[in-house]
């Protein structure tokens, strides 16, 4: 592209009297007669740098090959105007707008073949442009999602769907809208949710694929769709959620939380997943609609029950504890008592109590969550056992688990490793101890304290008792 230079000389009147003449000509089917006019007086303005002329010029030729229906010689006249030595940006910016505009027209009148010729010139006249780089991200968009629909095509062959869903993939991938200047935020944004919509789609499938393999084959497979999986993490990131607390961008907040619902699903990070849905049920769409605003409540109290306890986890389920909008759905206001709550959770009556609701929701319709349940009810159950005994037989740990003896090992070994709980399991004995065992130092530490505590006692008892005396001694006199 040419640097922007003074302008020598106003084609003004040329182009004024030319444009009539070519259009005659053009519509009398002389369309490279006209074409030849035109790019005579274009090179002239060109190297006048006379922009306002140069557009004009341009423009009417590209929209004399539109209107004659020659899309051969409107591919060749982008590409050909677009190139010129010394050609202006506003020029090629101009041109690039015009043939977009047509898109939509041009696929509905003459098909996929011609569009994509189209698409696929447009890609090749913006290619490297820093000015036309929300163009082209905007025509790379529909090519994207041209090649996704090929994947939903009912006579499509497996291979094809994984080929095309890459392809749309890639293309978008391929894009750094989150550097582009010239695109507004909104934009942007929407843009790196398709990226990852279209990243987490092929990942799923990658998946599926791999899942649908022997496990000898499975062995061998490098990853599945976990790359991809990664990428549509990494674009999470580049997603500024202050921005979509506006009001006007409600939509795409609950697009993207959506998506990240899936990734930290796929990843089974339940904490983050109720975190998720926290946002989602503070959308102001959300909590007027009474339907939609208890479904992300339930699925709150659900994704916290299920995670690993840690201080953060303790602290939401507490915090939801004690939330007025919990009270109204006493089931699972009750679930969360009872996580809440120091007392032992058995397992069969958690299962008759609780299981035939949560068995028909879709989280726990999913054997592997029902089983997560069951391991947080055991590992609730391990703590308030470790609060309330410094030592206990292994047997009678087993009955209180409704669990067996191995079970029951691995349980404890498990929240040891975590640093959940401190526990020692003596087997000749069988005996758990929950007490770790205090040095010399942590011994005398704590002799020290308590004796402390005792003359501090004993000060405060011999002060009661002096001013009881001295007001005896008051009332005698």
Known sequence: MAEVKKQERDFTPEVDALLPETQTLSESGKLSEALDKLFALEKQTRNASDLPSTTRLAKAALDQC???????????????????HGQLKGVVQAMVEQVMAWLADIRKREGDVKWLELV????????????????RARVTLLLSHYHESLSKLPSAKASDIKESLQTASDLL????????????????TEFILEQMRLLIALARLKDAEVAGKGKKEEKNAIGGGEPDWVKARVGGRKVNETFLKAK?????????????????LHQTEYLEVAKHYEKVWDTPSIKEDESKNRAALEHIVYYVVLAPHNNEQSDILHHWFVNPALEK??????????????ELMRWPGIESIYGPFLRTTPVFSNAAQWEDLHTRVIEHNVRVVSQYYTRIRLSRLTTLLDLTAQQTEETLARLVVSKTIWARID???????????????DVMNDWSSDMQRLLGYVEKTWMGMNAALAAQSRVKA
């Open 427 to 441: 087997r000749p004995a069988g005996i758990v101890n929950f007490t770790p065992k205090q040095s010399a130092e």
């Open 248 to 264: 006007e961008n409600e939509d795409l907040k609950l697009k993207f939380y959506d998506l990240m619902i899936q990734q930290a």
């Open 120 to 135: 696929e010139t447009l890609r090749s006249v913006t290619e490297g442009k820093i000015f036309l780089e929300t163009p």
């Open 66 to 84: 539109y209107n004659a229906r020659d899309y051969v010689q409107l591919n060749a006249t982008l590409n050909l105007l677009s190139k010129k």
């Open 173 to 188: 991938s391929d894009l750094q809208v989150e550097t582009y200047s010239s695109m507004e935020r909104r934009e942007k």
């Open 329 to 342: 759905l006493e089931l699972h206001y009750n679930l969360v008592k009872s996580f809440v709550t120091r």
